[in-house]
Structures are given as structure tokens and as C-alpha cells.
């Protein structure tokens, strides 16, 4: 895939992220009745929270994927012993 494309849809996705972080920003602020911050604001809050999400997806993920790897081993050997 050419790289300029790469770093456009990175840029797109990341874009995207952060507008419905806000967007569920505003709605929690409405739903518990506070005053939605400016924009400025609003875009930091989400910029933190959108890095958060990903340190806690990295982590899970990596913990998934082992789980699953072991379990397919297991499975694998449990197969092969039946050979």
C-alpha cells in the first residue's frame, strides 16, 4: 500500500476517533446535567481519553492473544497424542 495512503487513512481513523470521543464527552456532560466544556477543552479530554483506550486495548489484546495462543496449543497437542 503506498505510504501516503497509509498516513491518510491513520489520519482519517484517528480523526474519527476523536470526534465520537467527543461526541460521547457532550452526551455524558448532558446526561449528568454539567456545563460541556469549550471546544478546546473537549478536544484535550478526548485526545487523553483516545490514548487511555489504546494503552488498555494493547494490554488486553496482548493478554487475549496469548490466552488463545495456549489454548490452541493445547488443543493442538491434544490432537496429536490421539494420533
Known sequence: MDEDLKKG???????????????LLRWKYRKEGKVIPDDENLGEQSKVIAEQAHKIIAKRGKSIWGELTKAYRKNRNRGESKD
Request: cysteine-free; charged content about 40%; glycine content about 6%.
Open 9 to 23: 487513512l491513520k489520519k482519517m481513523g484517528k480523526s474519527a476517533e476523536l470526534k465520537l470521543t467527543e461526541s
